[in-house]
């Protein structure tokens, strides 16, 4: 990790890529005075670091990210292990435009796309996703939901649902039984600044080659305003009349489906979407 302070903005790097810049204002040079403490907040005892600090350096001049990158890339880094069971867990989608990869827009639709909800696929504006706040690390998809009546897509019309969807497609079809699958797990986070009503619990839904569908609560209203990590599942027993051995798409949604009305706004923070396997 790598923070580069400059007087206008201060920027945060995690293995040479920027995972978020903060505006701060500006101020005069400031002389700081004694000991340098790392790892701990001396003025909360309970904000402490948990791990393990190697190969700390000080700079005279802030990095460019190109020098970031190079430090970082020089490194030795453990490769990433790759979960099969893995659907998504939204780390390799750009945070900002500059970084030439897939935007999560770009394979989640949603309403601010036109797909018809209240729904937002990451942040509108960058970071478009949540790099600070995670499961164990990577990025995590910021899922804002709108089911008030009041949501616009980017062209202007109105939402045609009072729910708020995103959803993903496979090709080729994906077998969700594969070793030995039971169900869908998943990780969320709400904020207690979220506004809910009853019926805008947090759904999951499949589609198969056929065109059927099935769709099953994976969390109550209530867990959207919870700001900690929660880990929810839903078997598969409650996503039954679809073909699982070939499933086309997956779709989260925060309202009810069968019964669309109006509900309330906010964000979820939703990271690792799993199979769940014996």
């Known amino acids: 990790m790598a923070l580069v302070a400059v007087p206008e903005k201060v920027t945060f790097y995690l293995d040479g890529v920027t995972i978020t810049r903060e505006l701060v204002r500006l101020h005069d040079p400031v002389t700081f005075g004694g000991n340098l403490t790392l790892g701990s907040d001396t003025l909360a005892a309970a904000r402490r670091f948990v791990g393990i600090l190697d190969d700390l350096r000080f700079y005279s001049r802030a990095l460019s990210k190109d020098e970031v990158a190079a430090i970082a890339g020089a490194a030795t880094v453990p490769e990433r292990p790759v979960n099969s069971l893995t659907l998504d867990d939204f780390d390799a989608y750009n945070a900002y435009f500059d970084e030439g990869g897939q935007d999560v827009w770009d394979i989640w639709s949603d309403g601010y796309g036109s797909n018809g909800t209240g729904s937002t696929a990451g942040y509108t504006l ?151 396997a014996p």
């Open 126 to 276: 960058e970071p478009f996703m949540s790099r600070d706040i995670v499961v164990r690390s990577g990025q995590a998809l910021p899922f804002g939901y709108n089911n008030t009546g009041q949501f616009v897509d980017f062209e202007g019309k109105p939402a045609r649902m009072l729910v708020s969807e995103i959803a993903r497609s496979f090709s080729p079809t994906q077998d969700f039984t594969r070793s030995g699958s039971t169900g869908v797990t998943l990780g969320i986070q709400g904020a207690v600044g979220n506004t809910v009503q009853a019926g805008d619990v947090l759904y999951v839904g499949l589609k198969d080659a056929t065109g059927r569908e099935a769709v099953a609560t994976i969390a109550p209203a209530t867990d959207l305003r919870k700001f900690y990590w929660l880990e929810k599942s839903v078997p598969f027993t409650q996503l039954a009349g679809v073909d699982l051995t070939k499933v086309t798409d997956l779709f989260l949604g925060v309202g009810t489906r069968a019964a669309p009305a109006t509900g309330g706004l906010g964000t979820v923070l939703i990271d690792n979407i799993v199979l769940v």
